[in-house]
């Protein structure tokens, strides 16, 4: 007995050494080691032993057990840091380094200007309801206004939002005023797609109550965003707008920057593009608030963030971003 197990091992090493692959050392394993191996059929005729021999042989039979996984650990370990060594650090490498989405880009550089501006960041849920999507704002059941966004209702009795402008009344009611706020976040309308209409983009509110806050005070902060944004004097115009939460309106609009402002899909021939609808808070909304608008005003815009994006990128089509395509992202300068 002691003579065939003392060959076992001396086999078992000499196949251990000679094997050069994992794979291979599992089965090395289990062959001398697993249920079916001589060594558990040896182990088996221990309850025919005398209490001396099953003693004695127990003890030589754990003992080579031991041995022989150790030996397989440390062939192992050898093998894994040779695959390791082997590594050739030299080749090409296959991948190309990401980037952050164009818009998560954007949005990050919209809030740390307007944070340098004083302005805090907020943000508010994507699913949310009637209430702050519309009532808040002015908008009543059954006002045309509502008409100016084809709302995704769910199933719940709530909606997806249309807008970031669900932040206005949450942020007055929350914090009072005066405040300085700004939320980006993701909306959602059932849109015609075309080159600059998706139906998931991203806006950013922005809005400021104080006791002295005038359309002058909107002008000037769009202007320094988008200088910044842009790192260049950007050709803005601003004309009459409607919107039920705010009065006055105004649309501001930017030089398409993809055609020189010529024209082209992507402002709609139009050589401008509508980015930022903008105007002083209506008083009901304040009111809606819990601020008193005998005592404060204040301007609010919603930025088109997507639409931004496209600009800074020169990203002709808007159905890009969210595509996932990276064949048609890699094709614009995104850093
Ligand atoms: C609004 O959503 C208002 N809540 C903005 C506002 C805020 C007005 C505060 C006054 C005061 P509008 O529907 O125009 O407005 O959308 C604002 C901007 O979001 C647009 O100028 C555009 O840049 C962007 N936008 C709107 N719809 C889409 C769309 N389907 N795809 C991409 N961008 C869009």
């Given at each position: 007995?002691?003579?065939?197990?003392?060959?076992?091992?001396?086999?078992?090493?000499?196949?251990?050494?000679?094997?050069?692959?994992?794979?291979?050392?599992?089965?090395?394993?289990?062959?001398?080691?697993?249920?079916?191996?001589?060594?558990?059929?040896?182990?088996?005729?221990?309850?025919?032993?005398?209490?001396?021999?099953?003693?004695?042989?127990?003890?030589?039979?754990?003992?080579?057990?031991?041995?022989?996984?150790?030996?397989?650990?440390?062939?192992?370990?050898?093998?894994?840091?040779?695959?390791?060594?082997?590594?050739?650090?030299?080749?090409?490498?296959?991948?190309?380094?990401?980037?952050?989405?164009?818009?998560?880009?954007?949005?990050?550089?919209?809030?740390?200007?307007?944070?340098?501006?004083?302005?805090?960041?907020?943000?508010?849920?994507?699913?949310?309801?009637?209430?702050?999507?519309?009532?808040?704002?002015?908008?009543?059941?059954?006002?045309?206004?509502?008409?100016?966004?084809?709302?995704?209702?769910?199933?719940?009795?709530?909606?997806?939002?249309?807008?970031?402008?669900?932040?206005?009344?949450?942020?007055?009611q929350n914090y009072g005023a005066p405040i300085r706020i700004c939320a980006p976040g993701r909306c959602?309308?059932?849109?015609?797609?075309?080159?600059?209409?998706?139906?998931?983009?991203?806006?950013?509110?922005?809005?400021?109550?104080?006791?002295?806050?005038?359309?002058?005070?909107?002008?000037?902060?769009?202007?320094?965003?988008?200088?910044?944004?842009?790192?260049?004097?950007?050709?803005?115009?601003?004309?009459?707008?409607?919107?039920?939460?705010?009065?006055?309106?105004?649309?501001?609009?930017?030089?398409?920057?993809?055609?020189?402002?010529?024209?082209?899909?992507?402002?709609?021939?139009?050589?401008?593009?509508?980015?930022?609808?903008?105007?002083?808070?209506?008083?009901?909304?304040?009111?809606?608030?819990?601020?008193?608008?005998?005592?404060?005003?204040?301007?609010?815009?919603?930025?088109?963030?997507?639409?931004?994006?496209?600009?800074?990128?020169?990203?002709?089509?808007?159905?890009?971003?969210?595509?996932?395509?990276?064949?048609?992202?890699?094709?614009?300068?995104?850093?």
């Amino acid at each position: 007995m002691k003579e065939k197990l003392k060959k076992l091992v001396s086999d078992a090493i000499t196949e251990i050494n000679a094997t050069s692959k994992e794979a291979d050392l599992l089965n090395i394993k289990s062959k001398y080691l697993g249920k079916k191996s001589e060594l558990n059929t040896l182990m088996s005729s221990l309850k025919d032993m005398s209490s001396s021999e099953k003693k004695e042989y127990g003890s030589l039979f754990n003992q080579i057990k031991k041995e022989l996984e150790a030996k397989i650990n440390s062939r192992l370990d050898e093998l894994n840091n040779q695959v390791k060594f082997n590594f050739d650090n030299t080749l090409p490498a296959h991948y190309s380094k990401g980037s952050l989405h164009p818009v998560t880009i954007v949005a990050k550089e919209v809030t740390d200007i307007l944070k340098r501006m004083g302005f805090t960041v907020v943000v508010g849920p994507e699913m949310d309801d009637d209430y702050h999507n519309f009532v808040a704002l002015n908008i009543p059941e059954n006002h045309p206004a509502r008409d100016m966004q084809d709302t995704y209702w769910l199933s719940n009795g709530k909606l997806l939002r249309g807008h970031t402008s669900t932040n206005q009344v949450r942020a007055m009611q929350n914090y009072g005023a005066p405040i300085r706020i700004c939320a980006p976040g993701r909306c959602f309308r059932n849109e015609d797609l075309d080159a600059c209409h998706e139906n998931t983009f991203f806006q950013l509110e922005g809005m400021v109550i104080d006791k002295q806050v005038s359309i002058n005070n909107l002008i000037y902060v769009m202007r320094e965003l988008l200088k910044e944004v842009f790192k260049t004097d950007v050709q803005v115009r601003l004309r009459p707008g409607f919107f039920p939460f705010v009065e006055p309106g105004f649309e501001l609009d930017c030089s398409c920057l993809i055609c020189g402002g010529k024209g082209c899909p992507t402002c709609k021939n139009s050589g401008w593009l509508e980015l930022c609808p903008c105007g002083m808070i209506h008083p009901n909304v304040l009111k809606e608030g819990g601020i008193d608008p005998n005592e404060y005003m204040g301007f609010a815009f919603g930025l088109g963030l997507t639409r931004l994006a496209m600009m800074k990128y020169k990203i002709n089509d808007i159905r890009v971003l969210n595509s996932g395509d990276l064949r048609r992202l890699n094709e614009f300068d995104i850093k």
